[in-house]
């Protein structure tokens, strides 16, 4: 596994929290947004504050605009994107005191080296990262634990866009090629919000182009554009980790790692979002 993927695998499900915990789910509810699609986009997208819908779809990369525009700016009728930022932390916090209680040496520890890293992301051209990263930090440690990790993972979001562009693939069509290898297309086109008529337009276009076969799978050619996809993801999302070194990444994986376990244990393991393997 190349550094950046393990390191990601670590710290991503700090942050994906926000989406499943209960703690999470409650907070976005309390706030006013009912249902998991008013938080999710409410909470990704507070930090862009009230954003047009379309910049949204194509930050978030891989969503229909109309599963997008089905929520913003509608959340906002709700409740304003201060109140999201709020609710997301406080959710988040919460379900990560609950999972590691008992481990605070170690959070603190865990959350202090994650942030170092997350401090030196670059984040220009990366919109979503950047608008986290100019966040406030919080005092405690839980709230450091999850927004480092929320802005090394919306950075690492940014570059994953770029990467697919600079291969010749969208979010749509990057999605469609995937489930030629290993996702669920049931999964996939219906938490994106893709119509059959849309998906098979981007199947056929990829069928075209020799990245996919008749059949569904992904041919040689179409898991070599991914692949080289997620080397170009990888590269950019290791520059942080280069920049604190070598000894940062050693020890956050030796403190973090057992830390990421128990949250990862909590977490569905089936999602419309997904988590690296570890």
Known sequence: MRPARDLWAIYEPF???????????????????????????AGRSAPLGRTPAAVVTAL???????????????????????AAL????????????????????????AAGLLRSVAERAETGGR??????AALPWPEDPLGVLWQAATVLRETRGDGHLAAQLAVGLDGLSTMVLRTGIDLSREVLQESRGWTE????AARKALVSRGL???????????????ERAEELTDDLAHE???AA??????????????????????????????????
């Open 15 to 41: 942050h994906v929290v926000t989406y499943f915990a209960p703690e999470a789910r409650a907070a976005f509810e309390a706030a006013g947004y009912r249902g998991f699609w008013r938080g999710y986009f």
């Open 60 to 82: 978030f990369g891989g969503f229909a605009p109309r599963t997008v525009e089905r929520a913003i700016p509608a959340v906002w009728d709700l409740a304003p994107p201060e």
């Open 86 to 109: 709020q609710a997301r932390l406080d959710g988040a916090r919460h379900a990560l005191g609950r999972l590691l209680a008992g481990r605070e040496g170690e959070v603190e520890e």
């Open 127 to 132: 919109a979503l990262g950047a608008a986290n």
């Open 197 to 200: 008529d849309e998906w098979e």
């Open 212 to 226: 996919m076969s008749p059949d569904g799978t992904a041919t040689i050619s179409g898991r070599a554009k991914l």
């Open 240 to 242: 942080p980790w280069e």
């Open 245 to 278: 070194g070598d000894d940062v990444a050693d020890r956050f994986r030796e403190v973090a790692g057992p830390l990421s376990d128990l949250v990862r244990a909590e977490l569905p393991t089936v999602t419309p979002i997904g988590l690296p393997e570890r």
